[in-house]
């Protein structure tokens, strides 16, 4: 069975930092292209990082550079979303998903995990 398990989320005062994890199972993550998404409340999913199997190339959004940074631990079979200088406004359920591609350039995220909170609040 294919499964991505996100963890990691919770609630973190403005300014404070988080780590997510993607624990991937039933597949080996090192041949994926690893996206994490959030979608927050009344608005649409949006992609907030990725890191491409092959060349370990790595796109962020644009809302989340400097902040946010994106890894694989491939031993470990799991992915990583660390998360600084937390924002209100990153308030959102976090997924994770994998593609069967090299690249995250047109790729088609088919396996999705159960997402995990986060929210922002003093």
């Not at 404070?16 to 996206?35: D, M, N, P, Q, V």
């Not at 937390?86 to 999705?112: I, M, N, Q, R």
């Amino acid at each position: 069975q294919v499964q991505l398990v996100e963890s990691g989320g919770g609630l973190v005062q403005p300014g404070g930092s988080l780590r997510l994890s993607c624990a991937a199972s039933g597949f080996t993550l090192e041949y994926y292209a690893i996206g994490w998404f959030r979608q927050a409340p009344g608005k649409e999913r949006e992609g907030v990082s990725c890191i491409s199997s092959s060349d370990g190339r790595i796109y962020y959004a644009d809302s989340v550079k400097g902040r946010f940074t994106i890894s694989r631990d491939n031993a470990k079979n799991t992915a990583y979303l660390q998360m600084n200088s937390l924002k209100p406004e990153d308030t959102a359920d976090y997924y994770c998903a994998a593609a069967p591609t090299t690249d995250c350039v047109g790729a088609h995220f088919g396996s999705w995990g159960q997402g995990t909170q986060v929210t922002v609040s003093s």
